[in-house]
């Protein structure tokens, strides 16, 4: 692995790690212009410097890596968070016509792997994803676990199973 190091020029640090498999780089040591997602539902991703997800908002839009499968490795794709649901797609264009899939974050697991990887589990798939840094990896999971907390709440109080005292 120091090959791999030596490459992204992290020396023995984790951050400067290249995927073998899928060749891409630690995200959060390359000297591209960061991909950023855009809370409120706004257009394309600005810099990685923008604002933080608003709480209230109730959609999440942006760029994020996701693991296709070990020959094609991570790909770039674009996700819209919206009403308790993860969609996404090759590109913003593609929205009109064809969703990749949907991922219902009522029933997932969200988990982090290291700076800039998202892991969600939910109906016996797992989903690998990866942020273009570990700013943009915290947005996407705290509006990943704000969309989660509602959606558990919208769906408990449309069963009755509000809980008493609270």
Same mark, same amino acid.
């Given at each position: 692995?120091?090959?791999?190091?030596?490459? +992204?020029?992290?020396?023995?640090?984790?951050?400067?790690?290249?995927?073998?498999?899928?060749?891409?780089?630690?995200?959060? +040591?390359?000297?591209?212009?960061?991909?950023?997602?855009?809370?409120?539902?706004?257009?394309?991703?600005?810099?990685?410097?923008?604002?933080?997800?608003?709480?209230?908002?109730?959609?999440?839009?942006?760029?994020?890596?996701?693991?296709?499968?070990?020959?094609?490795?991570?790909?770039? =794709?674009?996700?819209?968070?919206? @009403?308790?649901?993860?969609?996404?797609?090759?590109?913003?264009?593609?929205?009109?016509?064809?969703?990749?899939?949907?991922?219902?974050?009522?029933?997932?697991?969200?988990?982090? #792997?290291?700076?800039?990887?998202?892991?969600?589990?939910?109906?016996?798939?797992?989903?690998?994803?990866?942020?273009?840094?570990?700013? #943009?990896?915290?947005?996407?999971?705290?509006?990943? #676990?704000?969309?989660?907390? =509602?959606?558990?709440?919208?769906? @408990? @109080?449309?069963?009755?199973?509000?809980?008493?005292?609270?």
């Amino acid at each position: 692995m120091g090959k791999a190091a030596a490459l +992204c020029g992290g020396g023995n640090s984790t951050r400067g790690l290249v995927s073998l498999l899928s060749a891409v780089p630690c995200l959060a +040591c390359q000297e591209l212009p960061a991909m950023s997602a855009e809370p409120g539902g706004r257009g394309g991703g600005g810099a990685a410097g923008g604002p933080p997800a608003a709480p209230g908002s109730d959609t999440y839009k942006g760029w994020l890596f996701k693991w296709t499968n070990y020959l094609k490795g991570y790909q770039r =794709r674009w996700f819209v968070l919206s @009403n308790g649901l993860l969609s996404y797609y090759r590109t913003q264009a593609e929205m009109a016509h064809t969703c990749r899939g949907t991922i219902n974050l009522s029933t997932a697991h969200i988990d982090t #792997e290291d700076s800039c990887n998202i892991v969600l589990s939910s109906g016996g798939r797992t989903y690998h994803l990866k942020a273009s840094s570990e700013v #943009e990896r915290q947005r996407w999971v705290t509006a990943l #676990e704000l969309a989660k907390a =509602r959606a558990i709440r919208i769906r @408990n @109080n449309q069963s009755g199973g509000q809980l008493q005292g609270d």
